[in-house]
């Protein structure tokens, strides 16, 4: 037998140490921040930080969860901003018939165009990056035709949901936190959930097991654009207005970002929830730790690479 030089042999644990991280790296990371933090910026434990903190990621993880589940399956949203926008306009546009009507026409909105990159994606056959960044353009086009320039808001019931909150607990962070359970149901209990992972993991093999796969596909589109839409009424609601032109700009790179740290590779067939909310909040904390500290915000964008290529490098797939 031929011996196998010792400098080609893989380092012994290696693979154990990469796979730890991309499970557990994101919450280590976390918590270093925290304690970070807690001992060396002011006023950082104290509670209305803490609720600033997660009203302003709030509408991150809810977009960050249809990110997820359309990453899981192996595709890419770059629309999800562009919802956001869509969602605020028609908010705007309908909130002479009250603030439910005008929610549930946000809602349909953002289903509309979840399906029509879902069409495009699994019926048309598109590329997702191209489906989905034609409708960035379209999508964040419409909204600005459709309000042009931003409006406040008035209603009382989307005051309070921006504005109040149970238990101290703001009532835009409980939405989020109840979106990511039933997300995390979906994905762990569901059957949908795991036809999802194995369309992701393999789609010619799930079509030869007999899934519908132009259906899941479909599907995982319409979600995220039914949860890009609830975050644009959440950020509505947070700012007492609607503002199509600024409105979730650059979410879904935010959204990208957090599914990736999270540990969701981007090859497909694996849906991380917890660690896509823990990715959000770990983005967050650290523009938070750079602003507070009074370091540029090149700083963050510098950080925030790292991060991402450490997520990537830990999740590549191994051969």
């Avoid at 803490?50 to 629309?79: K, N, Y």
């Avoid at 605020?88 to 029509?116: D, E």
């Amino acid at each position: 037998m031929k011996a196998v030089p010792v400098a080609a042999r893989p380092l012994p644990g290696r693979a154990e140490l990469l796979s730890w991280l991309q499970r557990y790296g994101v919450y280590v990371a976390v918590v270093v921040l925290v304690l970070f933090n807690a001992a060396f910026t002011p006023n950082f434990l104290a509670v209305g930080n803490f609720r600033t903190q997660l009203l302003q990621v709030a509408p991150v993880v809810v977009v960050s969860l249809g990110m997820a589940l359309v990453i899981g399956a192996e595709g890419i949203d770059l629309s999800v901003g562009s919802v956001m926008a869509l969602s605020a306009s028609m908010i705007a546009l309908y909130l002479g018939y009250g603030a439910w009507p005008a929610m549930l026409m946000a809602i349909l909105a953002g289903a509309v165009v979840g399906a029509v990159g879902g069409t495009l994606v699994a019926v048309v056959g598109v590329q997702p990056i191209v489906a989905t960044l034609a409708l960035l353009v379209g999508i964040r086009g419409l909204a600005n035709v459709l309000l042009p320039q931003l409006k406040e808001i008035g209603n009382p019931t989307l005051t309070a949901l921006g504005s109040e909150s149970v238990l101290g607990v703001p009532y835009v962070v409980l939405v989020a936190v109840a979106l990511t359970l039933l997300v995390l149901f979906v994905v762990r209990k569901s059957t949908f959930g795991r036809q999802v992972v194995a369309v992701g993991g393999n789609r010619v093999a799930s079509e030869l097991a007999g899934l519908p796969v132009r259906r899941i596909l479909l599907l995982v589109y319409v979600i995220s654009g039914v949860l890009a839409a609830i975050a644009g009424i959440l950020a509505s609601s947070r700012l007492q207005a609607s503002d199509p032109t600024s409105l979730g700009l650059f979410m879904e790179l935010s959204a990208i970002t957090a599914v990736v740290v999270g540990g969701t590779p981007l090859s497909g067939g694996r849906v991380r929830v917890l660690g896509t909310v823990m990715g959000a909040l770990l983005m967050q904390l650290l523009q938070a730790t750079l602003i507070k500290h009074n370091l540029p915000q090149s700083w963050t964008q510098m950080a925030q690479a790292v991060i991402i290529l450490a997520a990537v490098y830990a999740a590549r797939e191994r051969r």
